[in-house]
């Protein structure tokens, strides 16, 4: 336990709250970007979004602007940064290059593994060298059909080392999901706030009604944490079989959570079918987990006091060619849960940067926000 998490906990226990300078003052803002945000393996996306040779998709982190492209050898990331005078290579948010990258400024030309293969009238100029002007590469690894990416050479080497105490989730078989619909929102919130509102049901009731109506809010079950995660299960109510607009639908579970509903109920290690599990894996990926469909956020912090959230909606792709195939009422439920979710972490946001604000204590059922705080204040303080 760090000195300034130890100054925080109240002597019954329960952990205060972050101060309120951690949610909007810029040089924590930097030093999140410098030290937390680059020394961790975070969440590009889901594999599926380049799945054919070519497909590119790019991210903003703070204020590096990242490339991701399907190569004959995987998924690979680089800076979204001309090696010739800084511009920005691809402003697409995702698309197609059908065998290279030309820069928008002076035409230099990268192919699909980042060389440098041509850029005109430069050849016997002064220092100019192809070989070294390759686009700089961001390492990239998939973990369970998500693609994670590293900027700085802290931290772990691996993702599965980042994630080695992360529950097993195969049942889920996320590398076999593909996203079928995308949202992009811009939250006038820091990034942290939407984490801790992910992490706790405490505002259910109130914020989300039906939700409430579907998955009580007291109905959370044991928390899980790790080194780099935290999160636990909700409870569908008796007569609901999902979370979508009307808690039931017709379609069937995901095929490996079929295989574990076919064994013996004391051999599972979950409640697959009424559970559903919420997860926040630092930094920045909030993934949550139905019987029938895969919900995940990736948080992009574009500034102290605002975050580009991007939510995917992710069926087995077996489902999605059915011609019956439809996402129309989780995209709704969600998409009013989410637009719930980030109106009430903006009021937070106003708040929490006031002098007026004074914080106390979590309420019990935020165990897991006192979690993150522990995690987010080691992480920075191992960096000082
Ligand atoms: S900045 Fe890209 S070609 Fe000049
Ligand atoms: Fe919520």
Partial sequence: MSAEQAARTTEKGLQKPLDGHYFHRPDVFEREQRFLFRDSWLCAGHASEASQLGDYFTRTLG?????????????????????????RLVADECGRAAKNFQCPYHAWTYSLNGSLIGAPRMKGAKGYDPEQLSLLEVPTQ???????????????????????????????????????????????????????NYGECYHCALVHPQLNDISNYLSGGDQ??????????????????????????ERGNLP??????????????????????????????????HRDYVLSHTLWPTGPETTTIICDWLFHQDQ?????????????????????DWNICEQTHIGVRSSGYQPVTYHAGESCLAEFDRWYLETLCRTE
């Avoid at 909700?234 to 007569?239: S, T």
């Fill in 256 to 289: 490996g959570i079929d295989a574990q509903l076919r064994r013996p109920a004391d051999n599972r290690e979950r409640d697959f079918e009424r559970g559903v599990f919420f997860y926040n894996i630092y930094p920045n990926l909030l993934l949550s987990l």
């Fill in 320 to 340: 999605v060619q059915q011609p019956d195939f439809e996402d129309r009422s989780e995209v709704e439920f969600w998409h009013l849960t989410n637009q719930q």
């Fill in 224 to 249: 899980e944490s790790g080194e780099c995660f935290v999160g636990g299960p909700m409870k569908l109510n008796r007569g609901y079989n999902t979370l979508n607009m009307t808690g039931n639908t």
């Fill in 142 to 196: 998939e973990w369970n059909g998500f693609v994670f990416f590293k900027l700085g050479a802290g931290g772990h080497h691996h993702v599965h080392e980042q994630l080695d105490d992360f529950p097993d989730i195969s049942p889920y078989g996320c590398e076999d999901l593909v996203s079928t619909s995308r949202r992009i929102y811009q939250v006038s919130a820091n990034w942290k706030l939407l984490c801790q």
């Fill in 63 to 87: 204020r590096e602007p990242l490339l991701f492209v399907r190569t004959k050898s995987g998924i690979k990331g680089y800076f979204n940064v001309c090696r010739h005078r800084g511009t």
